[in-house]
């Protein structure tokens, strides 16, 4: 199995920037990423995928020109950089895998492992 552990969430006041990380183990190169986040009383919402190779990404239309994500295979970790968070960018952001995937990174059920989540607040 993979394991992921999530970080980097916190209080920011909108504007702000945050770099949310993921680092994993067993093999990471082989593996397509992606970000999810949830908000209490909403379905889990995609936000960002990266392939396995790195060379492609996907954005959700609402991030899209502000969050970038980006991987390092050397450190077994995958990024979320967040720019101009708004109140609506406040959730429990996730990290998913799925080994090597080519295809709708945008549904949750493409991936088949998950990390614990790491909170994200952003005050108006």
């Known amino acids: 199995q993979v394991h992921l552990v999530e970080s980097g969430g916190g209080l920011v006041q909108a504007g702000d920037s945050l770099r949310l990380s993921c680092a994993a183990s067993g093999a990471f190169s082989s593996y397509s990423m992606g970000w999810f986040r949830q908000t209490p009383g909403k379905e889990r919402e995609f936000v960002a995928a990266?392939?396995?190779?790195?060379?492609?990404?996907y954005y959700a239309d609402f991030v899209k020109g502000r969050f970038t994500i980006s991987r390092d295979d050397a450190k077994n970790t995958v990024y979320l950089q967040m720019n101009s968070l708004n109140q609506w960018d406040t959730a429990t952001y996730y990290c998913a895998a799925v080994a090597y995937y080519d295809g709708t990174y945008y549904f949750e059920g493409t991936y088949d492992y998950w990390g614990q989540g790491t909170q994200v607040t952003v005050s108006s």
């Open positions: 990266i392939t396995w190779s790195g060379d492609k990404t």
